[in-house]
């Protein structure tokens, strides 16, 4: 059951991001297949590394603009939320200074 597993958390982790960036200025695109997910912004992001590491998070960023998501394959539901309530936050702050500046 992991493949079901990890589409079931991934789509989770999708609607739950999708919900909390909703008409964020700045986000272009959710995707993802079961739990590689991306999450596209309109501006380089490698900033939300170092961000995202002291709140405990650990991401990577790709084409200077994609946030890259891979949490293991056995992520409960639970830690998916913690995934989202810790990242959105991050994501809407950063876009928020960088519209600002």
């Known amino acids: ?3 079901e597993h990890a589409a079931k958390m991934g789509a989770l ?5 999708a ?7 700045g986000v272009v695109e959710i995707r ?3 739990l590689m997910l991306g999450i596209e912004l309109d501006r ?3 900033d ?4 995202a590491a002291a709140a405990g998070l ?12 891979v949490p293991p394959l056995i992520l409960s539901a639970d830690e998916a939320e913690q995934v989202v ?3 959105a936050p991050l994501v809407r702050d950063f876009l928020a200074e960088a519209a600002a500046a």
Request: include cysteine; charged fraction near 15%; hydrophobic fraction near 50%.
């Open 13 to 17: 982790l999708r609607e739950s991001l």
């Open 85 to 87: 309530a810790i990242l």
């Open 44 to 46: 380089p992001c490698g």
């Open 58 to 69: 650990l991401i990577s960023v790709t084409a200077d603009r994609v946030i890259r998501l």
């Open 48 to 51: 939300l590394l170092g961000r």
């Open 19 to 25: 919900c909390q960036l909703a008409g964020v200025p």
């Open 32 to 34: 993802g297949q079961g």
């Open 1 to 3: 059951g992991l493949v």
